[in-house]
């Protein structure tokens, strides 16, 4: 991760979270931080769901004092300037697994960036001649965890001169709340069109509206989006499932 003056983004975030954990667990003070950001972005751009996810997020902040809550757009800031900075990484979730928060139970275990890289490369010329035969390429990953894979994906396809946010379709999906909301968050400020959706893609593989958050530049690429939508037998081609490493 890049450095911002003498601290790392990663020991800059760090240090600021720990002011959200005195009072709570770090697994709490994640998953409400991750709830506010994800909501505040939302609530942006997508009308249609902007009172339900506004109550999720007033609900969210009154747990919270004004000077927390200003540790929390201090840490949105973090995540977009590290982003911006070095697009070529999962900023959240290496942190999620620095700070020792992954569920055990769900078994989540995180791929490395680097080898993510490597699984989105071999596949990249796959979506190029999807993307020559339909105009566009849709890439799912129906266990995102954090969305290392779909990061990767988008910046393969950029170092190879590919216009990811007009000619890719990103679907990601993970039955863990917190963990699609971190993949969210992270494709929305990529640019990323598409959307995450948030259930059991074995039981639920199309949740309903309620549980799909629409990123940003859908507004963008609307016409995309439709498009997407309405082909009923349209084939995904799954970028790579995550993973558990040895």
Not at 55 to 69: A, G, P, R, V, W
Not at 90 to 117: C, M, R, W
Not at 126 to 132: D, S, V
Not at 181 to 206: A, E, F, Q
Request: hydrophobic share 40%.
């Amino acid at each position: 991760m890049k450095k911002a003056g003498k601290k790392s983004y990663a020991q800059q975030f760090q240090e600021v979270f720990k002011n959200l954990c005195r009072t709570r667990s770090p697994l709490r003070a994640w998953s409400d931080s991750i709830t506010m950001i994800a909501c505040a972005i939302s609530n942006s751009v997508d009308e249609e769901m902007f009172d339900q996810r506004e109550q999720l997020y007033m609900h969210t902040i009154q747990k919270y004092s004004k000077d927390e809550l200003n540790d929390v757009a201090h840490l949105f800031a973090i995540i977009v300037n590290a982003l911006k900075d070095d697009p070529e990484q999962d900023f959240l979730g290496t942190l999620y697994s620095t700070l020792g928060l992954t569920n055990k139970q769900l078994g989540q275990v995180f791929t490395p960036y680097h080898i993510a890289e490597l699984m989105a490369r071999l596949v990249h010329e796959k979506y190029i001649a999807i993307i020559n035969e339909k105009g566009f390429a849709a890439v799912a990953d129906p266990c995102c965890g954090a969305g290392v894979m779909l990061i990767a994906t988008a910046n393969v396809a950029r170092k190879n001169d590919v216009n990811y946010q007009s000619h890719m379709f990103f679907y990601a999906q993970d039955i863990d709340f917190t963990v699609a909301m971190m993949c969210y968050i992270s494709l929305s400020l990529l640019g990323c069109t598409g959307y995450v959706g948030v259930g059991n893609t074995l039981t639920d593989p199309r949740p309903s509206r309620e549980n799909l958050w629409y990123m940003p530049m859908n507004m963008i690429q609307g016409k995309l989006l439709k498009k997407f939508l309405s082909q009923d037998d349209v084939v995904i081609e799954e970028t790579c499932q995550r993973k558990s490493s040895p």
